[in-house]
């Protein structure tokens, strides 16, 4: 007798362990569920439909006019990305060259740093434009550069950041 009583514990240790992972599952299904693919939601509608007026899209400005609203102080700031490579002050070298007067300077000729030639033909010298267009991206401006750097993707950082090289070129 206390075989068959022993296999009944047994069998309802297993059913009950068993249905408690079929309820577990079942509810953590409800919870987390995962639309099927090519199952979308539904985009928000605005209430008022038709009849609410799209707000004004902002215009583009245009890059000199980012370049014009650049500040100095909060380039200082922004720069704080860049001073493990280069400094601003002449003639010294890191990783990257020195940054020293850069706008309006002719590209790779610092003496002193070995460059890696993907600058060769991108520009022919470090206006703000070009400056703008090579901080958003340095590996998309110059395929195969050596700067690991990723890029400032915010316009207002790149342009405060060139506002304060030229800052400290004075």
Request: one cysteine or more.
């Given at each position: ?25 079942m ?71 020195t ?8 590209v ?63």
């Amino acid at each position: 007798m206390s075989d068959t009583l022993a296999f009944t514990k047994v069998f309802a240790a297993l059913s009950g362990a068993l249905l408690i992972f079929v309820v577990v599952n079942m509810a953590a299904k409800g919870l987390y569920r995962m639309p099927a693919p090519g199952e979308g939601a539904q985009a928000y509608v605005a209430p008022g439909g038709e009849e609410a007026e799209a707000a004004p899209a902002e215009p583009e400005r245009t890059v000199e006019e980012i370049l014009a609203s650049g500040d100095a102080d909060a380039g200082a700031r922004v720069f704080k990305k860049c001073q493990a490579c280069h400094k601003v002050d002449p003639g010294v070298n890191l990783t990257g060259p020195t940054l020293y007067q850069v706008v309006g300077r002719a590209v790779g000729v610092v003496e002193g740093f070995g460059y890696s030639g993907a600058l060769d033909g991108t520009t022919e010298a470090w206006t703000p434009e070009a400056l703008f267009a090579y901080l958003e991206n340095p590996r998309g401006f110059a395929p195969g550069t050596t700067m690991t750097f990723a890029g400032l993707p915010k316009a207002q950082d790149r342009a405060d950041v060139i506002a304060y090289l030229r800052s400290q070129a004075q």
